[in-house]
């Protein structure tokens, strides 16, 4: 942001406005020899605009221009730079997110779950600030997407970027927790979440879920499951990333909340059902102001001069000014 030091020197430009006025529209300022053109027995003329005549409002613009430039120099222009400076470390929140084939079931409308579910991981990453935010992605395998960051365009690009079963096919949702917690584990931040988000139950993976939970609660780290979906039949469409195949059928939703609920439970969490794009949003919410914290900010504030530039600007316009009549015009006086 630009501002002004001396603002008083401000006032110096009102003065402009009865000089340019007194130098070019006075009619008795001088220096014009006025004719009566009725007193003409010949044609009557109007005087063609010539370039001369342009060249000439150049000179006299920029000679003006030069002169406000110098009076704004003097009010001593500045240009101001706010930081802001955490004084206290944000909260590590590690997404976990289920990118099995169940996931494109179509009761999560307007698309299916697992666009709603990034939609919703990006709208919450949109309330913090301070805070490293993380992502792993499941099926089959399970793989870190983004280490705890606090560069959210980039996590937002990552989340962006997931599609389903790039991973293969099951739900390793042990293996999924288990990644999650050890890129957690180096943190110096005082408080760890896991945010694990799923619609099937655990069928592949070297790793239990209930062991995956029960590390990441000797490690402090509070998990937040939340079961995606509701029991019955579902329309499912979607394509494998390998081949581009297009896969559509009838799925048959349901999984294991009982396991859900002990894994949130070990850790000192918190079990949620997301039966609809609504209640996944609600959830979110939830979990938003259970893990906020007080924030301690100092704003740096450094300001760097600006009126060199605008010396040097308001002395090229005269210079040019000058140029323009005594060399390009020859101008006498």
């Known amino acids: 942001m630009w501002t002004v030091e001396d603002p008083v020197y401000l006032l110096l430009l009102l003065v402009l406005i009865p000089g340019i006025y007194f130098s070019h529209f ?40 030069g002169t406000a430039l110098m009076i704004v120099a003097l009010a001593g222009p500045v240009k101001v730079e706010k930081e802001k400076i955490y ?11 289920d990118e099995s084939p169940s996931m494109a079931a179509g009761d999560f409308p307007p698309i299916n779950r697992f666009e709603t579910a990034k939609t919703l991981i990006l709208e919450f990453m949109r309330g913090r600030e301070n805070d490293a935010l993380g992502l792993v992605s499941f099926s089959g395998e399970a793989a870190l997407r983004v280490p705890p ?10 989340v962006e970027a997931l599609r389903i079963m790039t991973l293969g096919e099951g739900t390793s949702v042990g293996l999924g927790l288990a990644i999650a917690a050890l890129h957690e584990q180096g943190s110096s931040a005082d408080e760890k979440v896991i945010i694990l988000m799923t619609d099937g139950e655990n069928n592949s993976g070297e790793i239990a879920p209930l062991s995956a939970a029960r590390i990441a609660a000797d490690m402090g780290i509070r998990i937040y499951a939340i079961g995606i979906g509701s029991e019955g039949r579902f329309p499912l469409e979607y394509q494998d990333p390998d081949t581009g195949k297009i896969y559509r059928g009838i799925y048959e939703s349901g999984f294991n909340e009982e396991l859900l609920e002990e894994i949130a439970l070990l850790s000192s969490g918190k079990y949620f059902s997301a039966v609809s794009p609504g209640a996944m949003e609600q959830i979110f919410r939830t979990i938003d ?35 323009i009549r005594k060399i390009i015009l020859r101008e006498v006086f």
């Open 26 to 65: 006075y009619r008795g300022r001088g220096g014009v020899f006025i004719f009566p053109l009725g007193l003409w027995e010949g044609d009557n003329f109007k005087p063609k605009k010539h370039f001369w005549q342009v060249i000439l409002f150049l000179s006299t613009f920029l000679f003006w221009v």
């Open 87 to 97: 004084l206290s470390r944000g909260i590590d929140i590690m997404f976990v997110l």
């Open 149 to 158: 960051t606090l560069d959210y365009r980039a996590f937002a690009a990552e």
């Open 289 to 323: 102001s259970l893990e906020s914290r007080e924030t301690r900010v100092k704003i740096k504030v450094s300001t760097t001069p600006g009126y060199r530039i605008v010396i040097f600007a308001g002395f090229l316009s005269i210079l040019l000014s000058f140029i």
